[in-house]
């Protein structure tokens, strides 16, 4: 094989076409492989094999410095630079991240997992470049999905300022995650329909020089546009038509379903296992069926995600349901947008749900202040995933407390169970008095068999689960349950009665019931499934911090863990029911 | 006066075109004598009165909604709409904030003080009025410079895809606050000068209908304008030219200076003042000297800004000094650029300074998680304003140590003085393991008169500044001064010798020292500049436990608060040394 051949970009210099092009299809096979084993992004990876090995043949990486977007689509790259065994011997699949990474590789740049940062980064690297008085290319490669985000935007109008060498390799896949969304692709579609001619042009407008590549998914022809460009003086975006889940058909045909997949997708001809469609209710059916039904006898509903809608199964079904672009509104990879397009319907008297990841709130923190809370908007927000994982350190879910709950006028809420998550979502609904958030538990479903029909207009009012003496546990959302294995330990094994509360509110204190504590504990615990600093069990450290009461806060340490397991992290954390009944007898 | 007829939108429609140009001078009077015996926004509110009379004239407000851009230009939508007096009186010059504000009026629908916002914020509203049935036009007002923005970008890609009513009018005064930065502005630049029919366009390449319209300083021209488009059943771009500053000579010709005014800046005939150029030294002046300073030998280094220069001193001289686009670098408005591009800089072997507001560094989150510290880059951010004031709801400089300090990675920095502030700029400019922020002391300069030899790479170090016992004062930043007033107060009247203490670092604790604190004190105390939730305090609070120390955190309450006088907060908030000390007497 001559993969077998490949150990740095160096040796693909060696081969003829006959020889890359045949490379190109066990590159594909290998990745189809891996990728059906472990799980991961398919689609985009299969589509850009050929333009990164005509890249790789052109340029000199690493003195040329190739700096991807996402990184969606680097498994080809990273065959290419030294880390094929991750593709090629199973027994290796897990040891790279999907990610690009300088910790393995020097021809990666940048560990980078969010959209639309490869061409600020690239300029950084490019005007460092000139100021130093070093050479060499510098390649940022971005999809076209990558270009609804502002900050991609934001990139591409400074880049084509500099006075000097970039190259900005935009692969056309004409697909985001879900389908893209906006004016601009109508442009796009205009650029590969006229064959990069058409006098209007998104790139050309924001004053870049322009080359158009109609056919990605060929080696010799992308040899021939990059070395056109290499050493390019100015900054120029090439322009690469290319297909998505290319060499795959189901993955060419369904590139929605193939953009990212589970383990065992495929069967061992590389056909769609079919599954039998029977999901049991869980946290996603939860929320679609509350839109679905809402929407019905209310017009002014709206589902709104920003090119994620598949993580909270705003699947093809729901989608219809609501009527694309009418209940249903995909913004695109726009986080930014998305929250002050659902601030304002809010305000103007409609009643927006905006679906979105912990990790991905991320990017909206000024829009959360000022578009949203300052202006008291009652939107609905539910966030997703949030929760300490075993993901890549750029997927981690643990930062949306400290980001959301420390921001005035936002009531975010906890669930813990399923009939809790649907009165929420009812109060949400109702409810036209404050921004609120729904941190949606992750998980399995739990359910209580009991309808809850607290009243959450009656804000900051916990729940005590169990009355008890000397230790309270605050165990906040997802980790409530673990708050009850607590109890139980220290119930069974050593005949204490700890009290139990379910606080719901993260964004407030239950004054009353905090200070009631004082008359018969002398220790209260909170747990959360996220990062302990500035999160909700400080400020509960906080109220009693001039009370004899001791407090431990209980979460994830302040860090950016990469793919550790998830045992693993507990145990680093303490939050096992041990460690936490071993600490908790230490103060009682 | 015709302004005496004006109480209301309608008002205007009883008007001749002469009588509309009559106001039109008449309100450009009042703005320049209110903004300068207040100070404000002058430039962007001069260039925009004659569109503004024009708009009103023609739409319906507030059955036609009018959405402004971070309302730097509102001044005369606000003497049309019921709130002359605010202009006309000079009793009443302090009564109405400097930003649109639906508590003031019917005809404000949103409180905005952040840039590029307005798109996404009217495709909401228009959505919203689609949804329920509703009629009337929806128009968004945003200026030439918010389009540098990611966020406006994110809006005008979505909003071109609404099936209905949205003008956007973009008023073009070829300026940001600075200077435009980006090729965008070659394409506003082409359009201008071709009357708008450049087949090269960028509203049109994100999908919109465009019109152009060649002198929004010419009432009956834009009157006929907006008859065009009022109505119209899609999306569409109105592109205004106008001039900045308009009426006044001295802002026509020197926009940046007369973007933003200090009271008193213009004599009685409306001619600037001249100072005489001799500023006291301060946190600005120590700023631009030490990096000029190193830039001379050092050409890696490279000062950064998201388009307020002149919030940090960043003036013409230091800009020439360094180089436009070579070792000076404004990126417009463009925050989240402005972090990736520093990052990629940082860890390409620069030495990259990037000044910029702590109100404005909320537009940054995600970038400062993933694209700087997740890599690790050792950038410096230099954060101005960070402080507790009576600023506008939408500038307080409160947010930023919750926003910033619980980031993995991320050392946050916070001197108390000239010395110190010179030494962790020194620091920044060696060190190469972080990212690092240094919170910029914020008023009146405090110098120690002693060089400062610590040696910040040993991390979270604090400084006792007097050893004491029974309390210990921990006062961060801008407020260890108040620390210091505190403790002079509990020695003179109280005979009480508290521990005193500079903590310096935000972003960590200091074990050992808060650990032998133990021994001889049973409180202690925090004082910060900025919110208490997610901030410094309750760190040390968390610290303490699983102890008998007790802990009370000063600082802002979690609230938006808006122009309230700076001795009113602090009175609120507990914040005198008389309060502070009473409430310390209490627990010791």
């Known amino acids: 094989m001559i993969i077998e051949k490949i150990n740095e970009p160096n040796d693909l210099k060696k081969l003829t076409i006959e020889e890359l092009n045949n490379l190109a299809c066990e590159m594909r096979q290998f990745i189809i492989k891996k990728v059906n084993t472990t799980g991961g992004h398919l689609g985009p990876n299969l589509g850009i094999v050929e333009t990164t090995i005509a890249m790789h043949y052109v340029f000199n990486s690493p003195e040329d410095k190739i700096i991807y977007d996402v990184s969606h689509q680097c498994y080809p790259h990273k065959i290419l630079t030294g880390r094929k065994e991750c593709f090629t011997n199973c027994d290796e699949y897990f040891k790279y991240s999907g990610y690009t990474s300088p910790e393995e590789s020097c021809h990666d740049l940048f560990k980078v997992g969010h959209t639309s940062t490869s061409v600020s980064l690239a300029l950084g690297v490019a005007k460092a470049r000139d100021l130093k008085g070093d050479k060499g290319n510098v390649i940022a490669l971005i999809g076209d999905g990558s270009l609804s985000g502002g900050e991609a935007y934001e990139g591409f109008n400074n880049a084509s300022c500099l006075n000097g060498n970039l190259i900005i390799v935009v692969n056309d896949n004409d697909m985001s995650i879900a389908e893209n969304q906006g004016g601009l692709y109508q442009n796009l579609k205009l650029l590969r329909e006229t064959n990069g001619v058409a006098e209007l042009n998104f ?49 060419e045909i369904n590139k929605e379903m193939f953009h990212w997949i589970l383990p065992n997708t495929l069967d061992d001809n590389n056909e769609q296992i079919q599954n039998n469609g029977n999901v049991p209710e869980n946290y996603n059916s939860i929320t679609t069926d509350f839109i679905l039904n809402k929407a019905k006898d209310d017009k002014t509903v709206v589902a709104i995600t920003p090119a994620t809608p598949g993580a909270y199964g705003f699947n093809h079904e729901f989608r219809e349901k609501l009527g694309e672009n009418k209940q249903y509104i995909d913004v695109g990879i726009a986080e930014e947008h998305a929250i002050a397009y659902g601030s304002a319907l809010a305000k103007s008297g409609a009643k927006p749900f ?196 001791k407090v431990l806060n209980y979460g994830a340490k302040k860090e950016f863990t990469d793919r550790v397991p998830l045992d693993e992290l507990y145990k680093r954390y303490r939050l096992t029911p041990l460690q936490i009944v071993e600490d908790i007898l230490k103060y009682i």
């Open 203 to 251: 790139f050309k407008s924001l004053g870049f020089d322009y080359l158009y590549a109609d056919d990605g998914n060929n080696i010799q022809k992308m040899i021939d546009v990059f070395k056109k460009v290499k050493d390019s003086n100015h900054p120029i975006v090439v322009h690469v038509k290319t297909q998505k889940g290319h060499g795959l058909k189901c993955a």
């Open 354 to 549: 905006l679906a979105v990841l912990s990790s991905f709130i991320q990017r909206t923190y000024d829009q959360l202040s000022q578009d949203l809370c300052l202006n008291n908007s009652p939107i609905t927000l539910l966030i997703y995933w949030g929760a300490i994982t075993n993901a890549d350190a750029t997927h981690l879910g643990i930062f949306d407390i400290p980001l959301m709950s420390n921001i005035p006028n936002l009531i975010y809420l906890a669930p813990t169970n399923k009939e809790e998550y649907q009165a929420m979502l009812e109060y949400a609904y109702k409810q036209t008095a404050h921004p609120l958030a729904i941190r949606v538990p992750f998980g399995e479903m739990v359910s209580s068999g009991q309808v809850d029909n607290t009243d959450y207009s009656i804000l900051n009012k916990y729940k005590v689960t169990n009355n008890g003496e000397k230790v309270a546990i605050i165990g906040l959302g997802n980790f409530y349950h673990l708050g009850e294995r607590v109890a139980k330990n220290l119930k069974e094994k050593h005949n204490i009665n700890p009290t139990v509360i379910n606080p719901k509110f993260i964004t407030g204190v239950d004054v009353e019931l905090l200070e009631s504590l004082n008359a018969n504990h002398n220790l209260v615990i909170t747990l959360e499934d996220g990062v302990i600093d500035g999160g909700f069990g400080e400020k509960i450290t906080r109220f009693y911090g001039n009370s004899n009461m």
